[in-house]
């Protein structure tokens, strides 16, 4: 428990909240005790506590807000869900135990598979998978290491979910068919044995959009192919750059954005989150080959956003929303304008210069 309190992103925040400490006082605070858990505990303690406290924070406190939303007030719920009452979650306690038993059966494993596999490769390469050290990363390398964490991330979840885990075989059986066709317009049916799990499991209730909580509630071989490897093979990718700290904001905003897109809402905040989500309950939802990536980047580019809404859509949207295009027309008004009066000033000046 004081590893988990002395989390400096944890302190960082609560300062900020409970304090009207300036920034440069925030700043200072997060480097004092970010340098005393790096000297107090070894590295893979931090890491691994670390990311099972994000994960507790951000997928597991607010599933358990959203299922008790679902369950007590349901007519209310119901209207906001995919497909209304259909995607409710089931209310029979002996069913939500279980499911909750599973899914933190399945995050336990992912703590000791990441446990294994972390510990193994500092063994063999002789330091930290992670770069854990005093000095922080700069805001730029973050943000570059994070844009590359969720591009790798979305690359293999799509072609994981795609072809492991709705592996699509031809049939020849028209009773086969899960609804939709590919391009060759072939009828497919599941064939594989990691697909059938992932079917029984993550696809228990046809017809119902997802709830939070089975985010991790999968059969742990298809959990970790579909929910681990896309989030820690890109990071161990990047030894030995990758920081501890950037790891953990990543960590962080994939269990946040898949706790909302599995929330099985319509309305989700967020830039293009909403969209995400609608996707995300229309691949459970409908018998459909499609929606098998994250944000909906490669569906789109293979063509197998399932829907009609796509990523493409979403963007358009939320830049209508926004009134991008006017704003752009106005700072490249203004641009121009001041470009001309120091034109204008100029001139001024040189003729003033000859009188």
């Not at 119902?208 to 192919?225: G, I, N, R, V």
């Not at 994939?254 to 909302?260: F, S």
């Amino acid at each position: 428990m004081d590893i988990l309190l002395s989390l400096p992103i944890a302190s960082y925040f609560f300062s900020t909240s409970l304090t009207s400490w300036s920034t440069s006082m925030n700043l200072l605070f997060f480097y004092m005790t970010w340098s005393t858990l790096i000297l107090s505990h070894s590295p893979l303690k931090i890491e691994l506590i670390g990311t099972t406290a994000l994960r507790v924070v951000f997928w597991l406190v607010p599933s358990l807000l959203f299922l008790l939303f679902d369950t007590l007030v349901p007519s209310l719920a119901e209207n906001i869900k995919y497909n209304g009452a259909s995607s409710l979650p089931p209310r029979d306690a002996g069913s939500l135990l279980r499911l909750l038993g599973l899914a933190i059966l399945n995050l336990a494993i992912e703590t000791a598979v990441e446990a294994g596999v972390s510990l193994g490769l500092a063994s063999l390469l002789g330091a930290p998978v992670f770069r854990t050290s005093t000095t922080l990363p700069l805001p730029w390398q973050m943000a570059k290491h994070i844009a590359l964490l969720f591009a790798a991330r979305e690359v293999l979840t799509y072609y994981i979910h795609r072809y492991l885990l709705h592996v699509q075989a031809p049939s020849r059986s028209p009773t086969a068919w899960l609804g939709s066709k590919s391009r060759s317009n072939k009828p497919f049916v599941r064939s594989h044995r990691l697909a059938a799990l992932h079917a029984r499991f993550a696809h228990a209730t046809p017809g119902a959009a997802p709830f939070s909580l089975l985010l991790t509630a999968d059969h742990p071989a298809t959990f970790l192919l579909h929910r681990f490897v896309p989030l820690y093979l890109p990071a161990l990718a990047l030894f030995p750059h990758l920081h501890l700290l950037t790891f953990f904001a990543f960590v962080g905003l994939a269990t946040i954005e898949e706790t909302l897109a599995l929330s099985g809402y319509t309305v989700v905040p967020g830039i293009i989150m909403g969209g995400i989500a609608r996707r995300s309950a229309r691949h459970y939802a409908q018998p459909v080959s499609g929606n098998f990536g994250c944000w909906g980047v490669l569906d789109w580019v293979h063509g197998t956003t399932a829907g009609g809404d796509d990523v493409v859509g979403d963007v358009r949207d939320e830049a209508e929303k926004h009134r991008l295009r006017e704003r752009a027309d106005g700072a490249g008004g203004a641009l121009q304008n001041g470009i001309q009066g120091l034109r204008r000033s100029a001139r001024s000046r040189g003729r003033k210069s000859q009188g």
